[in-house]
């Protein structure tokens, strides 16, 4: 073959070696793709999850899955609390209707309504986000911690420690907090001791008077725009979330940092039992994690770097507390920080 003619085809040549490799790297990070509960899923209908993760999100996430199976997911996107709620009442008029649920308090569903399943990808994760009773595992890490808009508040400003919040009564008023906080308030009780902890809690709302607010994400975003200068505390991949997205806000960690997780279970009666089975070993595989980072999201699997990477190594300096709740446990520390925050 003439030189001219090799030198021409080359970019041709490039681009299908680079194909080649790209296809072939897809397919070793695949190994979440098993052929035979595949084939068992192609025979059932489309999967239906139940979700909280917004739509911008969890489209092109399960369009991964969908790609790479050629089985469509139909996806419920509501609340933490209409996730939950629905379920229950599904469960209760022995309604089959779901097959995975992905959201955070996967975990305070009754035993009976989710299904034990060893996913081959849970090896892969931190010890804390496997459910050791199998009904459960963490699909991404809800790290909390405060959070400022980095226009009213400099970094320089901003406390090392909870006790130094006392210290900043120019926030009274611009500083604010979600209504479903407890794992923070759990986390400040284990870490400070329970009286001390109620004392400090007690000390900071008299002093800065927080803003009770709904919803993780409508917090994050009304720092980023200014409504509020500081969040008390808030999950920071959501933080991450609206500075990614061009707001002017920032995390800062400090003790202790409280976590939780966003989980993916099964249905312990779903219609399309195979279809789930597979769609939850995607969730938990490496190709899933990354697709989540896009966004802020904070993996569970060491070996998927958080974006941006340092947001893992800044919060694992901390003191982490683990604080999954069961229904009970949650149901008291809801009401503690009810009686804390409604009483200022």
Not at 6 to 19: T, Y
Not at 25 to 43: G, N, S, V, Y
Not at 150 to 157: A, G, H, I
Request: with cysteine; hydrophobic share 45%; glycine share 6%.
């Amino acid at each position: 073959m003439r030189p001219a003619l090799i030198a021409a085809m080359r970019p041709a040549i490039l681009c299908l070696v680079g194909i080649a490799l790209t296809s072939t790297a897809i397919a070793q990070d695949r190994i979440w793709l098993d052929p035979k509960l595949l084939a068992a899923a192609k025979k059932e209908g489309a999967p239906v999850v139940y979700g909280s993760m917004n739509e911008e999100e969890a489209l092109p996430y399960y369009k991964l899955f969908q790609d790479a199976t050629g089985i469509k997911v139909s996806y419920v996107r509501t609340s933490d609390t209409g996730v939950m709620g629905r379920i229950a009442v599904e469960f209760r008029a022995k309604q089959n209707v779901w097959d995975v649920v992905m959201t955070t308090p996967v975990n305070r569903l009754p035993d009976a309504a989710l299904a034990q399943i060893d996913p081959p990808e849970a090896k892969g994760l931190i010890p804390q986000a496997r459910d050791p009773n199998r009904r459960w595992y963490g699909v991404y890490a809800n790290y909390n911690s405060p959070a400022y808009n980095t226009k009213f508040v400099k970094k320089e400003q901003l406390p090392r420690t909870y006790e130094e919040f006392l210290q900043r009564k120019e926030w009274r008023g611009k500083i604010a907090i979600d209504n479903g906080d407890t794992e923070w308030l759990m986390a400040m009780f284990t870490h400070y001791g329970e009286a001390r902890g109620r004392k400090l809690v007690q000390d900071i709302i008299a002093t800065l008077d927080p803003v009770v607010t709904e919803g993780h994400l409508a917090l994050a975003r009304a720092i980023g725009s200014g409504e509020y200068w500081v969040a008390l505390n808030n999950y920071t991949n959501l933080t991450v979330n609206v500075k990614l997205a061009g707001a002017a806000t920032d995390y800062w960690a400090i003790d202790p940092v409280a976590l939780i997780f966003g989980a993916v279970g099964v249905a312990a009666n779903a219609p399309n039992p195979n279809a789930a089975r597979l769609l939850a070993n995607f969730v938990l595989s490496r190709e899933a994690q990354l697709q989540l980072t896009k966004r802020g999201r904070i993996p569970t699997r060491p070996d998927t770097p958080s974006n941006p990477p340092e947001v893992s190594e800044t919060l694992l300096k901390q003191k982490v507390i683990t604080a999954v709740l069961s229904a009970a446990e949650q149901k008291r520390w809801q009401a503690e920080f009810q009686t804390l925050f409604r009483a200022k």
